[in-house]
């Protein structure tokens, strides 16, 4: 069994290694462009003042800037949450870069300590990250924050992997997968449906992913369900 510590230290290998080799938004990495269903749901937002985005495991800024430059003119924040301190540093850099530097609050935290406040966000992100917090009960509590965190009509997207299978492409032999959580994905949209019972679906849609990646210095196929969850508070 892989310990929480060592999961932690190979997935900030592969982050780092990816942030360094590969400059946001251009083609090459999953770094090129931000999600679509992300930037897709500001819509809701147009001609807003005042808006407030929480993205919980920002890393370097990949859907975050983008929504900042959305409300630079409307006096949003982005507030961006991640627990690796080369990912917010980078971020800073990208955001000053891109013009978005005064729109971008930072803290470096792990996402499953990170206090949100009831009632105060219009819209929370959360890609790949949830996954990634320590224990299941911890990502239920995160949920139910983000889900208490978010103003009448706000949005919370959720993109989560789950079902998850890490495979060795020159022995083909599966290995155990290096991630905090990984959960069936009929156990993950129970907890979602439960925590956002009476909430509005938007989008809601499951999708089989399959890439390449390297562990341990070997080629190794990642396959996944790739929950895709967006729901707006009635």
Known sequence: MNSIEHIRQEEKKYHEHCYDNYKLFEEGSWLHKPVKTVLDLMTYFDGRENVTVLDLGSGVGRNSIPIAKKIKERNGKVYCVDLLDSALSKLHRYSQELGVADV???EELDIGEYVIKPNYFDYIVAVSSLEHVQSESILVEVITNMARGTKD??????????????????????????????????????????I???????????????????????????????????????
């Open 104 to 106: 971008i609050v930072t």
């Open 153 to 194: 009509k706000g949005l919370n997207c959720i993109i989560i992997n789950t079902n998850v299978e890490e495979i060795d492409i020159e022995s083909n032999e599966k290995i155990e997968p290096l991630l905090e959580i990984d959960m069936s994905t009929e156990h993950c949209m129970s907890i979602l449906n439960r």
């Open 196 to 234: 956002y019972a009476g909430w509005s679906e938007v989008t809601v849609l499951v999708k089989q992913l399959k890439f390449e990646i390297v562990r341990n210095e070997r080629p190794t196929l990642l396959k996944s369900d790739c929950v895709s969850f967006a729901v707006r508070k009635l």
